[in-house]
């Protein structure tokens, strides 16, 4: 069991915040964010910053993860309003790069993907200027909900691997899986080979370096380019435990190494999230 945080995990807000008003804007067009939903560590940043993750089809998932604090049940019917709302906030927001993401629907015959490739299209014609990435599920393995996401012409696709072969069967819900998770990836080039993806891993879970390499290895072979390495957090005593805080020399090789294997943006940091800085990331590659 790991001890008390470390220093290096202590997270401060920019002095210059502009989070009030993010916050106000949000709460305005009810737009979730995935800040919120799921109690990320680098809320008061990328608020303090301007900028926000968008979470589409509601904050309730159908899946329960072990590592995750979004709540899990029942949702409610998708919101047919909500893509242009996305869309009104980015614009109000002046956002440049917006990140969209969602719950697991697998209450819909489609996981969502249509409502998904809605708010892309609703932000590619309200804030035409601005990168959208969409941080998608994995749809049940759905070529056809892959299409529909891909078609919508989002600038970057990313799907989370999240943890090592060994652990995905206690850390994620028994309905995810690695090589779906794989076959996920694989399939949005297969679809679009110009289309820039990317996943990423939470370090700490229990995992060895062995384990790491051959996620690493696995996530290039079926193309991706971006790949984002964090330590794992506890949100609540609900989740399950950190076994291990990594120092950030180690997330420091990590990144030299994940460059090694070709990887061409690596973003790897005991507070690095998928969607954490990630208009730099895209920008670096």
């Not at 939903?37 to 993860?65: D, H, I, K, Q, Y």
């Not at 995750?68 to 109000?92: F, L, N, T």
């Not at 909900?145 to 090592?164: F, I, Y």
Request: glycine fraction near 8%; hydrophobic fraction near 40%; proline fraction near 8%.
């Amino acid at each position: 069991m790991a001890e008390r945080k470390p220093d290096w995990l202590r997270v401060s807000v920019p002095s210059s915040s502009a989070f009030p008003g993010v916050d106000e804007a949000l709460r305005r067009w009810r737009v979730g964010t995935v800040c919120r939903s799921a109690r990320c560590p680098n809320l008061p940043t990328c608020w303090g910053n301007g900028t926000a993750t968008f979470m589409v089809l509601g904050e309730v998932c159908t899946r329960g993860c072990a590592f995750c604090a979004v709540a899990h049940g029942r949702p409610a019917p998708p919101d047919p309003d909500e893509p242009e709302r996305v869309a009104k906030a980015a614009a109000e927001l002046g956002l440049r790069y917006v990140v969209l993401t969602s719950v697991d629907r697998d209450d819909l015959p489609d996981g969502g993907a249509d409502h998904f490739a809605r708010a892309i299209r609703a932000l590619r014609a309200e804030v035409p200027h601005a990168t959208v990435e969409a941080l998608i599920p994995d749809f049940g393995g759905s070529r056809e909900a892959l299409e529909a996401v891909v078609g919508a012409g989002p600038h970057v696709v990313g799907h989370n691997l999240e943890t090592v072969r060994r652990l995905t069967p206690s850390v994620r819900d028994r309905r995810a899986g690695y090589d779906r998770s794989l076959a996920v990836l694989r399939t949005l080039k297969d679809l679009d080979p110009g289309l820039v993806t990317k996943s990423s891993l939470l370090l700490g879970l229990g995992e060895t370096d062995e384990e790491i390499e051959e996620a690493l290895g696995d996530l290039r072979a079926v193309g991706v380019e971006v790949v984002v390495l964090g330590q794992y957090l506890r949100p609540t005593p609900r989740q399950v435990p950190v076994r291990r805080y990594v120092p950030p020399e180690e997330f420091a090789r990590w990144e030299t190494r994940a460059r090694g294997l070709g990887f061409r943006a690596v973003v790897a940091s005991p507070l690095a999230r998928t969607s954490f800085r990630a208009a730099e990331t895209f920008a670096s590659r």
